[in-house]
């Protein structure tokens, strides 16, 4: 397998029910490390531009006022399968479908305020992180 990397977001909603420890645990017992991390309140060209890709959808406009309701906690994730590891981790979008044990089925509100973000691929990795933090700010370990 190969080491990836992928950023997770935790949302304002996971952040403001102080559940950050508890999902930065389920990152560290299942082989992902955190390489790099801040706390951050995403202003709204910030979270515009990191959800550009969605910006011709219905939701994008909600999105964007949910994620900058309250800091979020930005981070880099490193290990085997980072990506897909994550993804797994985080359970579906919509946490009404989400995987019993899941951190959306445990921590989600709503398909809105949803608890966690993780990059969907490898090359989405890679520009999210470089969106969020300089090569300086990363610790690979
Ligand atoms: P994320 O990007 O936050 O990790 O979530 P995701 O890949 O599971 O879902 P995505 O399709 O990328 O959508 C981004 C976020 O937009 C909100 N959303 N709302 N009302 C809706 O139909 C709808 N669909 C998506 C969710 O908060 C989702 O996390
Ligand atoms: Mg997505």
């Known amino acids: ?11 304002p909603d996971a952040v403001a029910k102080d559940v950050i ?13 955190v390489i790099a991390a801040k706390m951050k309140q ?16 219905p939701f994008f406009a909600d999105l964007v006022a949910f ?5 979020v906690m930005i981070q880099v994730l490193s290990g085997d399968n980072a990506v897909a590891k994550n993804r ?27 608890a966690v973000h993780g990059s969907d691929s490898l090359e989405n990795a890679a520009i999210e992180i470089a969106y969020f933090f300089d090569d300086s700010e990363i610790c690979p370990r």
Request: hydrophobic share 40%; glycine share 8%.
């Open 88 to 114: 797994e981790l985080m359970g579906a979008t919509n946490p009404k479908e989400a995987a019993a044990g899941t951190i959306r089925a445990d921590f989600a509100e709503s398909i809105d305020a949803n």
């Open 42 to 57: 995403l202003s709204r060209a910030e979270a515009e531009g990191f959800y550009a890709v969605h910006k011709e959808r």
């Open 1 to 11: 397998m190969a080491i990836e990397r992928t950023i997770s977001i935790i949302k």
């Open 21 to 33: 420890g508890q999902i930065y645990s389920r990152f560290e017992n299942n082989g992902l490390k």
């Open 67 to 71: 994620m900058t309701s309250g800091p």
